[in-house]
T-cell receptor, first 114, second 108 residues
Framework: DADVTQTPRNRITKTGKRIMLECSQT?????MYWYRQDPGLGLRLIYY???????NKGEISDGYSVSRQAQAKFSLSLESAIPNQTALYFC?????????????FGPGTRLTVL | RKEVEQDPGPFNVPEGATVAFNCTYS??????FFWYRQDCRKEPKLLMS???SGNEDGRFTAQLNRASQYISLLIRDSKLSDSATYLC?????????FGAGTTVTVRA
């Protein structure tokens, strides 16, 4: 079974709709992240959380919010989706106890906003 | 200026060839360096870490030049399965900065 899972895997929605992307992990890692990937751009960090009570904005947090419901769950919400939020979204986890902070990614959610 | 810049390619090489490409980074205080591999819009996966002394992992050799702020990856004896996008990643504490990726296509 996958260590980091994301639901849904694909979603098409309309402008103005609220949508939630969910991430779950069984790796036991404290740190979780949300990224988006657009063609020609690197992955960009939206939000990150170092534990259940810790939420931090990344470089492109406008238009997004997150919730860390438990160590294993980290959800990303788009309160009012707009077309330029069409992208591939990845959740990731890491263990601060490792030297190199390797991040483990979920399979991604492909979101299209019409 | 982007924190991490890569030649997007594509590098189209025959099986058995050697292919090499670089990335540059802008933050001289960057601490750790990696190559991740991403297959066709799937999730990125760590390929290897990069050390100043250079390191090898099978057919892959990575090199870091801190003075010039660039990282290189060399793939020897290319296999069809090496076809992928290679992401250059630079870290500052918790934060990973990703390049947009270099696409390599190995043809039979």
């Amino acid at each position: 079974d996958a260590d980091v899972t994301q639901t849904p895997r694909n979603r098409i929605t309309k402008t103005g709709k609220r949508i939630m992307l969910e991430c779950s992990q069984t790796k036991g890692h404290d740190r979780m992240y949300w990224y988006r990937q657009d063609p020609g751009l690197g992955l960009r960090l939206i939000y990150y959380s170092f534990d259940v009570k810790d939420i931090n904005k990344g470089e492109i947090s406008d238009g997004y919010s997150v919730s860390r419901q438990a160590q294993a769950k980290f959800s990303l919400s788009l309160e009012s989706a707009i077309p330029n939020q069409t992208a591939l979204y990845f959740c990731a986890t890491s263990d601060p106890g490792t030297i190199y902070n390797e991040q483990f990614f979920g399979p991604g959610t492909r979101l299209t906003v019409l | 200026r982007k924190e991490v810049e890569q030649d997007p390619g594509p590098f189209n090489v025959p099986e058995g060839a050697t292919v090499a490409f670089n990335c540059t980074y802008s933050n001289s205080a960057s601490q750790s360096f990696f190559w991740y591999r991403q297959d066709c819009r799937k999730e990125p996966k760590l390929l290897m870490s990069v050390y100043s002394s250079g390191n090898e992992d099978g057919r892959f050799t990575a090199q870091l030049n801190r003075a010039s702020q660039y990282i290189s990856l060399l793939i020897r004896d290319s296999k069809l399965s090496d076809s992928a996008t290679y992401l250059c990643v630079v870290t500052n504490d918790y934060k990973l900065s990703f390049g947009a990726g270099t696409t390599v296509t190995v043809r039979a």
